[in-house]
């Protein structure tokens, strides 16, 4: 059979045997819709509200602040909208502070949000790939309203700073967004630790299904719904429960919870393996982020002279599944805006590549892409004019 190595986790993971286990019972059995009162409501509510619970206890939430959304782009819009409309509504110029290396989920929220009067200020990034929490003290302003900064960068796996954010946050009384898309199910995750008021998930990010997320919101953040419809999920995400993606939501939650120590450990020794063996095994190559802490999965590495989209393309014609930048960049021929943010230069930024890897990958595959990888780059740098030039 063909080579299929996927190490291309960070744009979304199989579901766990598990997770299927969970989903299945609820597209035939428990059909019902939840705010059906008979007794196949019933029974889809009873998944919802133990569901609930179980997400919450990923991150340290309680039940009732926990909201069901199709994912981290619906979270991420619905935190920022959902807490800015109100401002606009009223005709204020409400001021936003994110930074220059998030998600387009949220940079493009701000930036429409931007062309409806609101300003919005990017914080810079160093090149060690951390949000310079030195500038944010002197950007939050009598009118700031609402800070958003990710916890793990999905590219280069970077953790940002968000304890001591929070700290600067709360201390000028600033409601404190945080997109934890790809660091819940990575890394431990406790919403009173990072002292946030409002926190982003994504079920696919951890072996959970497609299409289904939520938005931790803290008791008493005002927020307002940003669709229109039925009183679902307390008012603030109308719409009938996608019950069998919440219950494997849950199951991946609660799976997540007991193994992630034991998996977070394992997935380390992988990447150290990887990291070492390209740092070992291939000239003039640098791995972004390096030094800093990341989530245990991901590696970005630049290979300059050569693109990135031909490394893609040689790994995959090879069987190894990875990515230039994010998956939702694809088709984009820009550099990726998190790299240029680090201060890589627009040409090494395109000779990139995310490796991110998970639970299932083992040694052995890591063996086979650091006999494969070297020499995919080998022939590249022949081919490459800019290669040959230098
Ligand atoms: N935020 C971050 C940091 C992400 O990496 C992603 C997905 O790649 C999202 C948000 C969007 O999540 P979803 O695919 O669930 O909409």
């Not at 199951?251 to 020794?269: D, K, L, V």
């Given at each position: 059979m063909a080579r299929r190595i996927y190490f291309d986790n960070n744009a979304t993971t199989r579901?766990?045997?598990?997770?299927?286990?969970?989903?299945?019972?609820?597209?035939?059995?428990?059909?019902?819709?939840?705010?059906?009162?008979?007794?196949?409501?019933?029974?889809?509510?009873?998944?919802?509200?133990?569901?609930?619970?179980?997400?919450?206890?990923?991150?340290?939430?309680?039940?009732?602040?926990?909201?069901?959304?199709?994912?981290?782009?619906?979270?991420?819009?619905?935190?920022?909208?959902?807490?800015?409309?109100?401002?606009?509504?009223?005709?204020?110029?409400?001021?936003?502070?994110?930074?220059?290396?998030?998600?387009?989920?949220?940079?493009?929220?701000?930036?429409?949000?931007?062309?409806?009067?609101?300003?919005?200020?990017?914080?810079?990034?160093?090149?060690?790939?951390?949000?310079?929490?030195?500038?944010?003290?002197?950007?939050?302003?009598?009118?700031?309203?609402?800070?958003?900064?990710?916890?793990?960068?999905?590219e280069?796996?970077?953790?940002?700073?968000?304890?001591?954010?929070?700290?600067?946050?709360?201390?000028?009384?600033?409601?404190?967004?945080?997109?934890?898309?790809?660091?819940?199910?990575?890394?431990?995750?406790?919403?009173?630790?990072?002292?946030?008021?409002?926190?982003?998930?994504?079920?696919?990010?951890?072996?959970?299904?497609?299409?289904?997320?939520?938005?931790?919101?803290?008791?008493?953040?005002?927020?307002?719904?940003?669709?229109?419809?039925?009183?679902?999920?307390?008012?603030?995400?109308?719409?009938?429960?996608?019950?069998?993606?919440?219950?494997?939501?849950?199951?991946?939650?609660?799976?997540?919870?007991?193994?992630?120590?034991?998996?977070?450990?394992?997935i380390?020794?992988l990447r150290?393996k990887l990291e070492?063996g390209i740092?070992?095994r291939i000239?003039?190559v640098?791995i972004?982020?390096?030094?800093?802490?990341?989530?245990?999965n991901t590696t970005s590495v630049t290979v300059?002279?050569i693109e990135g989209e031909a490394m893609a393309l040689n790994l995959s014609m090879l069987g190894f599944a990875v990515s230039t930048g994010s998956a939702?960049?694809t088709?984009?021929?820009?550099?990726?805006?998190?790299?240029?943010?680090?201060?890589?230069?627009?040409?090494?930024?395109?000779g990139s590549l995310r490796i991110s890897l998970g639970i299932e990958n083992t040694h052995d595959e890591i063996d086979q892409f650091l006999d494969s990888f070297p020499r995919v780059v080998e022939r590249l740098?022949?081919?490459?004019?800019?290669?040959?030039?230098?």
């Amino acid at each position: 059979m063909a080579r299929r190595i996927y190490f291309d986790n960070n744009a979304t993971t199989r579901m766990r045997t598990e997770v299927i286990e969970a989903v299945m019972p609820c597209f035939d059995r428990y059909f019902g819709n939840a705010s059906s009162m008979h007794l196949f409501g019933q029974e889809a509510s009873g998944i919802l509200d133990q569901s609930r619970t179980e997400v919450a206890g990923l991150v340290g939430a309680e039940t009732d602040e926990i909201v069901f959304t199709s994912g981290g782009t619906e979270s991420d819009n619905m935190a920022i909208r959902g807490f800015i409309n109100p401002y606009l509504r009223k005709g204020l110029k409400p001021h936003i502070i994110t930074s220059s290396i998030e998600h387009p989920a949220v940079l493009r929220t701000c930036m429409r949000l931007e062309k409806e009067g609101v300003e919005v200020d990017y914080l810079p990034c160093g090149r060690d790939g951390g949000v310079l929490l030195s500038e944010l003290e002197g950007t939050i302003g009598k009118g700031t309203v609402l800070v958003s900064v990710m916890l793990a960068n999905n590219e280069t796996g970077v953790i940002q700073p968000i304890s001591e954010i929070s700290e600067i946050v709360r201390r000028h009384g600033v409601i404190f967004h945080v997109d934890a898309v790809q660091g819940v199910g990575k890394i431990p995750v406790n919403v009173d630790r990072l002292g946030v008021d409002m926190l982003s998930i994504s079920a696919h990010k951890f072996h959970g299904p497609k299409g289904i997320g939520a938005l931790y919101i803290r008791r008493g953040t005002p927020l307002e719904p940003v669709s229109s419809g039925g009183h679902h999920e307390n008012g603030l995400r109308p719409g009938t429960e996608n019950i069998p993606a919440i219950a494997g939501f849950a199951a991946a939650s609660r799976i997540s919870s007991e193994r992630i120590r034991a998996e977070m450990e394992y997935i380390s020794g992988l990447r150290k393996k990887l990291e070492e063996g390209i740092l070992e095994r291939i000239a003039d190559v640098r791995i972004n982020g390096f030094e800093s802490e990341r989530v245990p999965n991901t590696t970005s590495v630049t290979v300059p002279r050569i693109e990135g989209e031909a490394m893609a393309l040689n790994l995959s014609m090879l069987g190894f599944a990875v990515s230039t930048g994010s998956a939702c960049a694809t088709g984009e021929t820009d550099p990726s805006h998190v790299l240029i943010a680090m201060g890589i230069s627009p040409v090494d930024a395109q000779g990139s590549l995310r490796i991110s890897l998970g639970i299932e990958n083992t040694h052995d595959e890591i063996d086979q892409f650091l006999d494969s990888f070297p020499r995919v780059v080998e022939r590249l740098r022949k081919l490459s004019p800019i290669g040959r030039d230098s």
